[in-house]
């Protein structure tokens, strides 16, 4: 098991910034990738940024690219979000998201691990 803890988020102004972060523990040796979503009223969880462990290869969503920068800080099992030139639509709760290989008794699988979740609000 693997258990996600987000922490900052709040209220901000249009075109401030905002940190997350999100810390890892249990069995963190397993985990491939780490990365955020988020959900905003109404709407379906989208995918914000990921970064493998491995190489620390990144992806963002066309919406956040070139304004949101996912870092990972492997001695710590903690992932950061930085979140530049923010917009009403940037409005969400963000969830902590890692993915993990499982080993057991009858092999091996992957398993994906969420955070609670941090409300983030952009006010215009």
């Known amino acids: 098991q693997v258990q996600l803890v987000e922490y900052g988020g709040g209220l901000v102004q249009v075109g401030g910034s905002l940190s997350l972060s999100c810390a890892a523990s249990g069995r963190v040796f397993g985990i491939n990738v780490m990365g955020w979503y988020r959900q905003a009223p109404g709407k379906q969880r989208e995918l914000v940024a990921t970064?493998?462990?491995?190489?620390?290869?990144?992806n963002y969503a066309d919406s956040v690219k070139g304004r949101f920068t996912i870092s990972r800080d492997g001695a710590t099992n903690t992932v950061h979000l930085q979140m530049n030139s923010l917009t009403p639509g940037d409005t969400a709760v963000y969830y902590c998201y890692a993915n993990a290989k499982v080993v057991a008794p009858t092999g091996s699988y992957d398993a994906n691990y969420w955070g609670k979740g941090t409300l983030v609000t952009v006010s215009s």
């Open positions: 970064i493998i462990t491995s190489g620390d290869n990144t």
